[in-house]
């Protein structure tokens, strides 16, 4: 039986994500921004939480972290590059731990550049993946502990993946960041047509996550660094695309469309 997930928005614009095991009635929740809507969500399924799974240490990823395990006991599972950041951290895991919610088995990818630590886990057999603040529905985290380079190796590594993995980020940020993807890719039909779907999804209320994989390869400028078209649409030429993914952050901090 397939994974059952739920979205809970929290905060002004946080997600944190349920993943629940049928067969074992295992579930795990990946980021507490806050705990009020996390545990509004799992009374409401009727389901308890085995396990936190910490993508990375900022406030608005683990401020409700405390107060969810101390509620149920729950493990609480995080990088540990970030370890000494993390309320309550039981678990200190690195690239290529496995993680198990139930049945259910992924695993640990580092992926620094928004913080120096920040992991994603990945559940290749039920083509998930939860990317935390790496990856954006059209756009990435911002680097704030390593420099932008680092960040696009991080992305680099995700764009190998299965093109079918539905993606659950962080962040509901999708209308800016396609705004900003249009200004450096403006004839880009399918990012046209993903700007207009977007938008009609926030007008009735509804996230824009998950997303697809492929869909991201498409139409995400920061996972296209290296195609030579966006090089020259952004003027700069030979250059590499570490310098290419530089310049695309660097206009995207400064944006104000």
């Not at 049945?103 to 290749?124: C, D, I, K, N």
């Not at 450096?184 to 824009?208: S, Y």
Request: with cysteine; glycine share 8%; net charge negative.
């Amino acid at each position: 039986m397939a994974a059952e997930i739920r979205i809970v928005p929290c905060l002004a614009d946080n997600f944190a994500v349920l993943i629940h095991d049928p067969v074992a009635q295992a579930t795990a929740v990946i980021d507490v921004p806050e705990v009020g809507p996390v545990l509004a969500a799992l009374e409401r399924e009727g389901w308890t939480p085995n396990q936190i799974l910490v993508t990375h240490h900022h406030a608005d990823h683990v401020d409700g972290v405390p107060a969810l395990k101390a509620r149920y006991n729950a493990t609480v599972v995080g990088p540990k590059a970030e370890a000494a950041a993390i309320p309550g951290i039981d678990v200190e895991v690195v690239d290529g731990d496995p993680v198990a919610v139930g049945s259910l088995v992924g695993r640990v990818m580092e992926t620094p550049g928004h913080t120096a630590g920040h992991v994603v886990y990945l559940f290749e057999d039920e083509r998930l993946l939860f990317a935390g603040d790496t990856l954006f529905v059209m756009g990435c985290g911002r680097p704030i502990e390593c420099e932008p380079p680092v960040l696009w190796k991080s992305l680099q590594r995700l764009r190998t993946l299965p093109d079918d993995l539905a993606i659950y980020v962080g962040h509901e940020y999708t209308v800016s960041n396609a705004k900003f993807a249009l200004s450096v890719d403006p004839d880009n039909g399918a990012l046209q047509a993903r700007f207009g779907e977007a938008q009609a999804a926030r007008a009735e209320g509804r996230p824009t996550i998950p997303t697809r994989l492929g869909d991201e390869k498409l139409t995400n400028p920061f996972l296209r660094a290296d195609d030579p078209a966006m090089a020259a649409r952004l003027g700069l030429g030979e250059a590499d695309s570490a310098a290419v993914f530089t310049e695309l952050r660097a206009l995207k901090n400064s944006f104000k469309g």
